[in-house]
């Protein structure tokens, strides 16, 4: 899924209501889509925000900029080309037959996922990875059924810290 | 030692709005009533010191605070109720949005009790107005009243300005709370003043001072800033030609040797030339939108230095990609540029000889020989009585590109109009704001009569607050725009153009109290604008003009500016 036109925008923002509402209207304004956005307070009254969305490099530049002009938002990164540790949730209903479950337990355990829950052979499982190993994680499950899927979608932070932002 | 404590100001939550913008120094607001803002209306007779001009519509008091905003630097405020008062004020916010004008709207919500829950009036205004606003709050506690307010106006006003809407739940006005106008404000996303960054003004003096053809655009930031005898200052020690967009009119005297006039689609030829040519263009307050560039591929080919000065760093690449940023309000940029500012090359003498020529190839030209009143005879005796002074407020169409490109000031003015949104029915309560704002100035208005009847309901609002606003209607029986395109760009089908079954507009004038003159000859064109001026109070000039006369020069869409198109010679 990952193209060379997916870009990653890392925000820090007033958590007040509606900033959400605000951030996506400014990117949808530019006909871009977002593929995934998670938010989540990160205490001080402010919250961050990792925005994936499929577009080049210079329409998210751009689009970059007029985020950063809104009012709520402190500060805004392209973080797509940075070293970043990138991280996505994934969550799953998976019918593991018994014969099976011990081959299943070890491969899902060499993913780093484990069992959160278990009721008459179907299993809810959960993995933390990086984005692009949630694919692997994924052909792994599809051979049960994969009956239910949630995903969080990337959160991500640079792997160092940034002075401030441009604005 | 313990410092006495202030006095504790209770009061209700209407008080403190209207006590906030007694803080803020606001003179005037332009409302209307309604269920959601009826706590504001019964305390507003105790707050003598701000004066509530009563409109017809509440998309009138948006054109009106929008008028007085450009025409007094101030911000303009206005009131509305919930639902369809506050929705009717939405174009009027786009208007003030896409032109960078100062506004402070401030609208009844219903209780907080019933809000999201399709109440009698109620609509999502937060929601509606989001993108046609910088900001806007939703005030849902009694103690975010003072603070949200003081943060409208101060975003309103500062960096690049723009409208700011607080909706204000009716219970929340209704309930008391402790008036502490802040002093601080916390804003951690918000600094325009950080964002400045002078740091190319070098660069850019030493480009502009070995460029051999440059050419210097100015839009509305110039204005807004206030950064007009910089402008002038820069191009007479320079010796750079300016030309401005449609809402940089006004920056620089159109009669000034180095004036080029109006620039973009609908430009001067010898403007559009000079742009074509121009070996260095730098560009100051203005957003280089597709009006201004034609076709973008087109534009400027020989340019091999791009300035931009814009205090919005989000305008930087936006259309145009240039070569050295300043990030900066007009004003400052042009006051640290003054001093590193040197004459060019021996070779510019060449350039503005070549701008010249163009200016004699390409004159601003008219048809007066089919027996027609001529707009542009209306306007150049309109023109000729303003006297470089007056302020003109223009509507949206041909009417609004012939007062643009008839404008002609010996220094800088005031032209007002709806440049980026493109709003008909702008003109009229703009130039009733304006002349709110501005009483000491004659304000002349503009428009076509398809733009003026859309908002025409606000002539009472002339009447009931003694304006002296002359309107100058130039009646051409069509909306004359549309048709020109259709007949050019479109096949020539003229597809719902007429607009043959209007009002009497004399009749229209009596029955709002108004004075009128008619005239369909170009003879009588002095003795109406005589009665007009002789007459105090607001007066209206129905001028019959020829129904076919069209706006040149004009760039065939879809084309660069090379392909201008001018007004066929036929004297």
């Given at each position: 899924m990952t193209s060379n036109r997916v870009r990653v925008l890392s925000l820090v923002v007033?958590?007040?209501?509606?900033v959400l509402e605000r951030v996506a209207s400014q990117i949808r304004r530019r006909g871009i889509n977002i593929q995934s956005l998670t938010v989540g307070p990160v205490g001080g009254g402010r919250s961050r925000m990792t925005v994936t969305v499929d577009a080049g490099h210079a329409e998210v530049d751009q689009v970059a900029k007029q985020v950063d002009k809104?009012?709520?938002?402190?500060e805004v990164h392209?973080?797509?080309?940075?070293p970043i540790v990138s991280r996505e949730l994934v969550v799953a209903r998976v019918d593991v037959p018994e014969h099976a479950r011990e081959t299943f337990l070890s491969r899902l355990s060499s993913f780093g996922g484990r069992v959160v829950d278990a009721l008459n052979g179907s299993l809810v499982v959960e993995v933390s990875a990086a984005p692009d190993q949630v694919e692997g994680f994924l052909s792994l499950l599809r051979?049960?059924?994969?009956s239910e899927l949630a995903r969080s979608g990337p959160v991500a932070m640079r792997k160092s810290a940034y002075g401030s932002s441009h604005k | 030692m313990i410092e006495a404590k202030p006095q504790t100001n209770v009061m209700t939550g209407a008080d403190i709005v209207l006590s906030s913008l007694e803080r803020e120094g606001v003179e005037v607001i332009f409302g209307y009533p309604g269920g959601a803002n009826l706590p504001i209306y019964q305390r507003l007779?105790?707050?003598?010191a701000l004066r509530h001009v009563l409109v017809r519509h509440e998309q009138g008091a948006a054109h009106m605070a929008d008028g007085y905003a450009r025409a007094t630097g101030k911000p303009g405020v206005v009131f509305a109720t919930s639902g369809p008062g506050a929705l009717n004020l939405v174009t009027g916010l786009a208007t003030a949005f896409m032109d960078s004008v100062p506004m402070v709207a401030i609208t009844g919500q219903v209780n907080t009790s019933v809000v999201?829950?399709?109440?009698?009036?109620?609509?999502?205004v937060i929601g509606c107005t989001l993108p046609v606003t910088k900001h806007n709050y939703l005030v849902t506690r009694v103690e975010d009243l003072a603070p949200c307010i003081r943060k409208a106006f101060h975003l309103a006003t500062t960096g690049r300005p723009g409208p700011v809407l607080v909706d204000v739940c009716k219970d929340v006005q209704q309930a008391s709370g402790i008036f502490d106008y802040p002093d601080?404000?916390?804003?951690?996303?918000?600094r325009p003043a950080l964002e400045?960054?002078?740091?190319a003004i070098g660069l850019v003096a030493g480009k502009l001072a070995e460029a051999e053809r440059p050419v210097i655009l100015v839009g509305h930031g110039v204005l807004l800033s206030g950064a007009e005898a910089e402008l002038l200052e820069l191009a007479e020690k320079t010796g750079i030609p300016v030309g401005t967009t449609l809402l940089g009119i006004?920056?620089?005297?159109?009669?000034?040797?180095?004036s080029l006039h109006m620039t973009g689609f609908m430009g001067t030829g010898w403007c559009l030339r000079a742009v074509q040519n121009a070996d260095l263009l730098m560009m100051v307050?203005?957003?280089?939108?597709d009006r201004v560039t034609a076709k973008l591929d087109e534009w400027?080919?020989?340019?091999?230095t791009f300035i931009h000065v814009d205090i919005?760093?989000?305008?930087?690449?936006?259309?145009v990609r240039p070569h050295i940023e300043v990030v900066a309000d007009a004003k400052r940029a042009l006051q640290a540029l003054l001093p590193l500012a040197e004459p060019g090359p021996a070779s510019r003498r060449t350039w503005l000889t070549q701008i010249e020529a163009w200016r004699e190839e390409h004159p601003l030209r008219y048809r007066r020989s089919n027996g027609h009143l001529q707009p542009q005879d209306v306007l150049l005796e309109m023109y000729r009585r303003c006297r470089s002074e007056a302020i003109v407020v223009a509507d949206v169409g041909q009417n609004q590109i012939w007062a643009a490109l008839w404008w002609r000031y010996r220094r800088p003015g005031l032209f007002i109009n709806?440049?980026?949104?493109?709003?008909?029915?702008?003109?009229l309560p703009a130039a009733l704001g304006a002349k709110v704002g501005r009483p000491d100035k004659a304000v002349w208005c503009v428009a076509g009569e398809g733009g003026f009847v859309?908002?025409?309901?606000?002539?009472s609002v002339a009447i009931e607050q003694n304006l002296d606003v002359k309107v100058v209607l130039l009646n051409n029986f069509s909306l004359g725009m549309v048709r020109q395109f259709q007949d050019d760009?479109?096949?020539?089908?003229?597809?719902?153009?007429?607009?043959?079954?209007?009002?009497?507009f004399m009749k229209l004038a009596e029955a709002y109290g108004w004075h009128s003159a008619r005239v369909?000859?170009?003879?009588d064109i002095g003795a109406a604008f005589d009665a007009a001026e002789r007459t105090p109070g607001p007066f209206l000039i129905?001028?019959?003009?020829?129904?076919?006369a069209n706006v040149y020069p004009i760039v065939p869409l879809?084309?660069?500016?090379?392909h201008f198109q001018e007004e066929p010679y036929d004297i």
């Open positions: 007033e958590d007040d209501p509606g809104l009012i709520e938002v402190i392209d973080i797509t080309d940075d051979p049960y059924g994969l | 007779p105790e707050h003598p999201g829950r399709d109440a009698f009036q109620e609509s999502d601080e404000l916390t804003m951690p996303g918000y400045a960054d002078l740091s006004g920056a620089f005297p159109t009669e000034h040797p180095l307050g203005m957003r280089v939108d400027a080919p020989r340019a091999e919005d760093h989000s305008e930087m690449g936006k259309n709806s440049g980026g949104a493109g709003t008909m029915g702008f003109a859309m908002t025409a309901q606000e002539m760009f479109y096949g020539g089908v003229r597809s719902h153009v007429d607009l043959r079954v209007m009002p009497d369909a000859r170009a003879e129905d001028f019959q003009i020829d129904p076919e879809g084309k660069g500016l090379d």
